[in-house]
Structures are given as structure tokens and as C-alpha cells.
């Protein structure tokens, strides 16, 4: 198993004006045998983090160390950092057992020992049997289970993972995603997984580490990212839009439109932003931290439902089970409960 190390690293793309700034100085460290997802939105850099750890590309500036060693120096097929990328890329003029087998067959390998390791890595995705097939034979899952065996037949030291499963209906992608994390933790490889999509990064990872305009701004646990963002446009991203300013004095913060008692907080009292996730508010009264409001807005959404309410001009969205049912212009309570309340810097407001 194999630790990965990015330090500062900087990457720039020609451009009509010059260039254009991808990575600012991104730094990261994965852990030998974690699999971890690095999540973002478009163009924050993702992909391009990845071609660098192959070598692929090269960087402006910074470092790449697999187990403390820099690899910058080593060609792509010297790293042992394998990528499967979002479109499965199959040779559609072999079969499944020479789309596995080319990696080998480029290392020389023995056909005996071709053979033997082609046949295990088909039947570690779950597709023995296989060898005689041609891509257009298969379906979307099965072509990127045979890009997965490819990757995983050269037994690599890193499998680096571009948005695998963005090109799969919902159900196939639960699936597969699930066999990906099985396969992971039963082989051990030190993996990092590319997707924008917060609920696959959070089910699928060990940690996560988010990145934004070409840096990671946070790194951590899933949940993490739901209860204690470390600014505003992580909160946001994860879904979280009651962000609003206050004042914080001790164990109490002071918002336009209520005070409302905290648990404790490493932040000083003064300005601050405060969150609080919407399936975290509670309807009715339940002692301090209860607060009138007025729907504005409900809407079902199957397994939940989504409420609006106007808290002393303030809209705050809740989230509640699909039985509670509410009319805007119904007046209501909402209880806050204060270990729920999470403290943010001011300057993350930007």
C-alpha cells in the first residue's frame, strides 16, 4: 500500500489572455490503503489533479511523493498510478480479455500468467467468464467494470478514480459504486475517487477532501462537511442554505431576528455567521431555542418534504418527514436545538 503527498501544487492552462490558473498551490495527503473522494464542482481542478498524479500532465510548480518519494521525475508507466476515467475508453477492436490483458502485454508478461491474471481480475468485478465478449456487447455497467479490471490487473499502486460511474443510471450506479468500495477495502489500494456529487463522495469515502477554484478548502470526515463546515460556501455546497449573520456573546449569538443559545465554540465573541442545517430544525416548542414563524412555502418530496418559513422576516428552510404537511400562511413553532448550531468566521462569507 502506498501513501500519496501533493504539496503546493500549481497548474496552468493557455488561454486567449495568457493563462488560466487551474491548481493554486493544492496540497493533500492520502493515507496508505484510504480511499478517498476529492469532490468539487466543474472546473475546480479535479480531473487535472489526477493527470498530474499519473504524469499525465506536468506541474507549473509543487510536489507529488508516493510513500515520501517524489515521482515527479518518472514517466507514467514508472509511477504505478492507474486512472479509470469517466468514459470507459475500451479498445472496440478487442475483446474483454485483451482490453484487461494490454497493460500486461506492455510489461511483458507471460501468457500463461496473462491469462491466470486477466481471468482473476474479470472475477474480481464480477465478470468471469467474460474473456470472449466484445465492448459493444456489453452494457454501460459492464464496460466500466471491464475498465475497472484493467485498471486493477496491473496490481497498481494507486487506482485514481475520474467521475466512474457519472454516465450510469441511478440504480446501476448505487451498485456499482457499493462493488468499487467492496473491491477497495478487499484489495487494499490506495484510492482517490473524482465526483462532484456530495451523496456519492459521503458514501463511498473514507475522508473527503473538497476543492474549490483550484485548492482544497476543507478535508476531512463525511459528516464533517454537514455539521461543522469551515465556511459559508462549504455549507452551501453540501445543501445547507440557512447561513445567517450574528453576534456572539458567550454561549448565546444575537440574529436579527432572535437569540438563539449555542454549545460551546472556539470562536471569539463578536461577528460571526451561523448555520444550521435544515433537517436539524424541529417543528413545535421544546424549551429555549423555540422560535414563531410563518410557512411561505411547503413542498413534497417523497421521502421528505421541504418547508419555508419566515422567522421575523428571516427565511429559513426546514426539512421534515413527508407526513408532516403545512399551508403557507400557517403559523408555526420551531425549536433549535443548540449543539445543531455551528459558528463560522465572518470572512467566509465571501
Given at each position: 500500500?502506498?501513501?500519496l503527498?501533493l504539496?503546493?501544487?500549481?497548474?496552468d492552462?493557455p488561454s486567449r489572455?495568457?493563462?488560466?490558473p487551474v491548481?493554486?498551490?493544492?496540497?493533500?495527503?492520502?493515507?496508505?490503503?484510504?480511499?478517498?473522494?476529492?469532490?468539487?464542482?466543474?472546473?475546480?481542478?479535479?480531473?487535472?489533479?489526477?493527470?498530474?498524479?499519473?504524469?499525465?500532465?506536468?506541474?507549473?510548480?509543487g510536489?507529488?511523493?508516493?510513500?515520501?518519494?517524489?515521482?515527479?521525475?518518472?514517466?507514467?508507466?514508472?509511477?504505478g498510478?492507474?486512472?479509470v476515467?469517466q468514459g470507459h475508453?475500451?479498445?472496440?477492436?478487442?475483446s474483454?480479455?485483451?482490453?484487461?490483458?494490454?497493460?500486461?502485454?506492455?510489461?511483458?508478461?507471460?501468457?500463461?500468467?496473462?491469462?491466470?491474471?486477466?481471468a482473476?481480475?474479470?472475477?474480481?468485478?464480477?465478470?468471469?467468464?467474460f474473456e470472449?465478449r466484445?465492448?459493444?456487447?456489453?452494457?454501460?455497467?459492464?464496460?466500466q467494470?471491464?475498465?475497472?479490471?484493467?485498471?486493477?490487473?496491473v496490481?497498481?499502486?494507486?487506482?485514481?478514480?475520474?467521475?466512474p460511474?457519472?454516465?450510469?443510471?441511478p440504480?446501476?450506479?448505487?451498485?456499482?459504486?457499493s462493488?468499487?468500495?467492496a473491491?477497495?477495502?478487499q484489495?487494499?489500494i490506495?484510492?482517490?475517487?473524482?465526483?462532484?456529487?456530495?451523496?456519492?463522495?459521503?458514501?463511498?469515502?473514507?475522508?473527503?477532501?473538497?476543492?474549490?477554484?483550484?485548492?482544497v478548502?476543507?478535508?476531512g470526515?463525511?459528516?464533517?462537511?454537514?455539521?461543522?463546515?469551515?465556511?459559508a460556501?462549504?455549507?452551501?455546497?453540501?445543501?445547507?442554505l440557512?447561513?445567517?449573520p450574528?453576534?456572539?456573546?458567550?454561549d448565546?449569538?444575537?440574529?436579527?431576528?432572535g437569540?438563539l443559545?449555542?454549545?460551546?465554540?472556539?470562536?471569539?465573541?463578536?461577528?460571526?455567521?451561523?448555520?444550521?442545517?435544515?433537517?436539524?430544525?424541529?417543528f413545535?416548542?421544546?424549551?429555549?431555542?423555540?422560535?414563531?414563524?410563518?410557512?411561505?412555502?411547503?413542498?413534497?418530496?417523497?421521502?421528505?418534504?421541504?418547508?419555508?418559513?419566515?422567522?421575523?422576516?428571516?427565511?429559513?428552510?426546514?426539512?421534515?418527514?413527508?407526513?408532516?404537511?403545512?399551508?403557507?400562511?400557517?403559523?408555526i413553532?420551531l425549536?433549535?436545538?443548540?449543539?445543531?448550531?455551528?459558528?463560522m468566521?465572518?470572512?467566509?462569507?465571501?
Amino acid at each position: 500500500m502506498t501513501s500519496l503527498t501533493l504539496t503546493r501544487l500549481t497548474k496552468d492552462f493557455p488561454s486567449r489572455n495568457g493563462s488560466t490558473p487551474v491548481l493554486r498551490e493544492m496540497s493533500l495527503r492520502v493515507e496508505s490503503g484510504e480511499l478517498m473522494a476529492l469532490l468539487g464542482p466543474s472546473g475546480c481542478g479535479k480531473t487535472t489533479t489526477l493527470r498530474l498524479i499519473a504524469g499525465l500532465l506536468d506541474p507549473a510548480s509543487g510536489g507529488i511523493a508516493f510513500d515520501g518519494e517524489s515521482v515527479l521525475c518518472l514517466p507514467p508507466e514508472k509511477r504505478g498510478a492507474v486512472m479509470v476515467f469517466q468514459g470507459h475508453l475500451l479498445f472496440p477492436f478487442m475483446s474483454v480479455a485483451d482490453n484487461v490483458a494490454f497493460g500486461l502485454k506492455m510489461r511483458g508478461l507471460e501468457r500463461a500468467e496473462i491469462r491466470r491474471r486477466v481471468a482473476e481480475a474479470l472475477a474480481l468485478v464480477r465478470l468471469p467468464n467474460f474473456e470472449h465478449r466484445w465492448a459493444d456487447e456489453l452494457s454501460g455497467g459492464q464496460r466500466q467494470r471491464v475498465a475497472l479490471a484493467r485498471a486493477l490487473v496491473v496490481r497498481p499502486k494507486l487506482l485514481l478514480l475520474d467521475e466512474p460511474l457519472s454516465n450510469l443510471d441511478p440504480e446501476l450506479r448505487e451498485e456499482l459504486r457499493s462493488e468499487i468500495v467492496a473491491l477497495q477495502k478487499q484489495l487494499g489500494i490506495t484510492t482517490l475517487f473524482v465526483t462532484h456529487d456530495q451523496a456519492e463522495a459521503v458514501a463511498a469515502a473514507d475522508r473527503v477532501a473538497l476543492m474549490m477554484d483550484g485548492a482544497v478548502v476543507q478535508m476531512g470526515r463525511p459528516q464533517d462537511f454537514y455539521e461543522r463546515p469551515a465556511e459559508a460556501r462549504v455549507a452551501r455546497f453540501f445543501g445547507n442554505l440557512n447561513i445567517f449573520p450574528a453576534r456572539k456573546r458567550g454561549d448565546v449569538i444575537e440574529a436579527g431576528w432572535g437569540a438563539l443559545s449555542i454549545a460551546a465554540s472556539a470562536l471569539p465573541d463578536g461577528p460571526v455567521l451561523a448555520t444550521i442545517r435544515p433537517e436539524a430544525v424541529q417543528f413545535g416548542s421544546n424549551g429555549a431555542n423555540t422560535l414563531a414563524g410563518q410557512v411561505a412555502a411547503w413542498t413534497y418530496q417523497g421521502e421528505s418534504a421541504r418547508c419555508r418559513v419566515v422567522v421575523g422576516g428571516f427565511p429559513l428552510e426546514v426539512t421534515s418527514p413527508p407526513y408532516v404537511t403545512c399551508c403557507p400562511g400557517d403559523s408555526i413553532l420551531l425549536h433549535f436545538p443548540r449543539e445543531r448550531i455551528w459558528l463560522m468566521p465572518v470572512e467566509s462569507a465571501e
